[in-house]
């Protein structure tokens, strides 16, 4: 079973950065499209990035265009969110999510069957 684990979350001030990553079990990593989707109290889950199975191709949400990277390392089963200049409105759970690609509607939450538990991010003003 494939199992998705996030980790990095914490407590920044506005203007810091964080670093989340995701780790996905198995041997089949570099098959896995991968995204990170946030979610806010009483908000639905909104896409954030995702790549392509190579990591060669991304794609971001417009609230965090040019301020957050996402990153696949097939070598290591990770991929790696890094979150600059954030925002009190980044603040919310981030969940890492992955499917075997091609990814058809890569930001949408039903185009991904693996989920992580979630990592909360709170950006302080």
């Known amino acids: 079973q494939v199992t998705v684990v996030e980790s990095g979350g914490g407590l920044v001030q506005a203007g810091g950065s964080l670093r989340l990553s995701c780790a996905v079990s198995?041997?089949?990593?570099?098959?896995?499209?991968m995204a990170w989707f946030r979610q806010a109290p009483g908000k639905e889950r909104d896409f954030v990035a995702s790549?392509?199975?190579?990591?060669?191709?991304?794609y971001y949400g417009d609230t965090v265009k040019g301020r957050f990277t996402l990153a696949k390392d097939n070598a290591k089963n990770k991929v790696y969110l890094q979150m600059n200049s954030l925002k009190p409105e980044d603040t919310a759970v981030y969940y890492c999510a992955a499917d075997l690609g091609p990814v058809a509607t890569h930001d949408i939450v039903a185009a991904y069957h693996l989920w992580g538990q979630g990592t909360q991010v709170t950006v302080s003003s």
């Open positions: 790549t392509d199975r190579y990591g060669g191709t991304t």
């Open positions: 198995g041997r089949t990593f570099n098959r896995y499209a």
